[in-house]
């Protein structure tokens, strides 16, 4: 692997030492155990100086030796279980990660729930949707607020995907996929009545959707996993399944919600 440019050695400490808003901050007696987690060996300890000059300056004489080190740093920086305290710290953290790396021709990419760095050129077309979406959200919501908020959570969907955060991508999905069956529910003629009008669960909507034909069978089979993979927003969940979002699993709800708002579309009344 080629050395890293100065500059990106210079965001790759503020990282670590996580003094902006929504990072993870790291004290100077918790520099040296992070390393030591990246897989640092003799990783030094923080002699009181200030973090960031300390921090970069130790980076650069460790990529001297081996630039190995460096690709631990930032494979630690983007695993989630340095935030199992700090979920929420995560999404930041990955997103300017991403960006930082982009420069340098890389990404983040997850394989068996670990972080590893790929390969990236931005002028790549991205890979395509296994289902792509062939309505616009106001064919589905005529609510324009309502339909401005699915929106909003569409594009937000997309960005997070981008950037490789895709825990948050498939929460994104799965808001967006209750709120348009929310509305469906509330707007459109059932045969089957809902058994319950308020709280009501994904799991029922996605069933009442099916019910009444507005959603096709392979729609309601994917809905289904995708309320899975949501649930693992909560970290004991993901925990316990042992499984974390990575491309494919966004893919994969990509499809879905594209899936479901065609058939919605495809079932509206004129």
Known sequence: MDPFDDSTLTEIAALICGDEPRMKRRGGWELAGFLRRAGWEDAPEHDGS???????????????????????????????????????????????????????????????????????????????QRVELKVAITDL?????????????????????????????????GSL?????????????????????RNIPLQALIQHAHDNRWIDQDAKMASDLLRTYRNLVHPLAEKRARHSADFDTADLCWSTVNAVLNDLAASKAP
Do not use: F
């Open 50 to 128: 200030a973090r960031m000059t300390w921090t970069k300056e130790t980076l650069a004489e460790r990529q001297d030796d081996d630039v190995e080190d460096i690709k631990r740093v930032i494979l630690r920086l983007a695993d989630r279980r340095e935030y199992l305290q700090q979920p929420d710290d995560y999404n930041a953290v990955i997103a300017r990660l991403q960006d930082i790396l982009a420069l340098e021709g890389l990404r983040v990419d997850y394989s068996k729930n670990r972080p590893v760095l790929i390969d990236y050129d931005p002028d790549e077309a991205p890979r395509p």
């Open 177 to 197: 996929l209750e709120g348009v069956l929310v509305h469906a529910a509330d707007t459109r003629p059932a045969t089957q009545p809902l058994a319950r009008t």
């Open 141 to 173: 919501v005529d609510d324009p607020d309502l339909a401005g908020a699915v929106q909003l959570r569409l594009d937000e969907a997309r960005v997070c995907q981008e950037h490789g955060a895709y825990t948050s991508a498939v929460i994104m999905l």
